[in-house]
């Protein structure tokens, strides 16, 4: 199970942290990614994490304001959100998957993720 919190309204130029706290699984054993969800249902990859795989992963669009991390003793992972801009508005889910061929680069197919959260909702007013 994954449960997400820390969304809410913020102004242009504000930050915000969302929380992905995982049970019954170690987030050590899997690729814990970030999506945001479009009005459209469509997921769209953010940010792609596992700890014992180098770098982080994240999308262009995000790359530079985005900073996500774990914490192994809590089974949780961040997303901290740094200039958040109107655009940014949607609502944020986190996923987990286990990828033993190509890890983050699945970030690209939602479908592949394992476990999901209900997500949390994200407003940037300008």
């Known amino acids: 199970q994954l449960v997400e919190s820390g969304g809410g309204l913020v102004q242009a130029g504000e930050s915000l942290r969302l929380s992905c706290k995982a049970s019954g699984f170690k987030i050590d054993d899997y690729h814990i990614a970030w999506f945001r969800q479009s009005p459209e249902k469509a997921y769209v990859g953010v940010s792609c994490?596992?700890?014992?795989?180098?770098?982080?992963v994240y999308a262009h669009s995000v790359k530079g304001r985005f900073i996500t991390s774990t914490d192994s003793a809590k089974n949780t992972v961040y997303l901290e959100m740094n200039s958040l801009k109107p655009e940014d508005t949607d609502v944020y889910v986190c996923?987990?998957?286990?990828?033993?061929?190509?890890?983050?680069?699945?970030?690209?197919?939602?479908?592949?993720?394992?476990?999901w959260g209900q997500g949390t909702q994200v407003t940037v007013s300008s």
């Open positions: 996923a987990a998957g286990r990828f033993p061929i190509f890890g983050c680069a699945n970030l690209d197919v939602p479908a592949k993720f394992e476990w």
């Open positions: 994490i596992k700890n014992t795989e180098g770098a982080p």
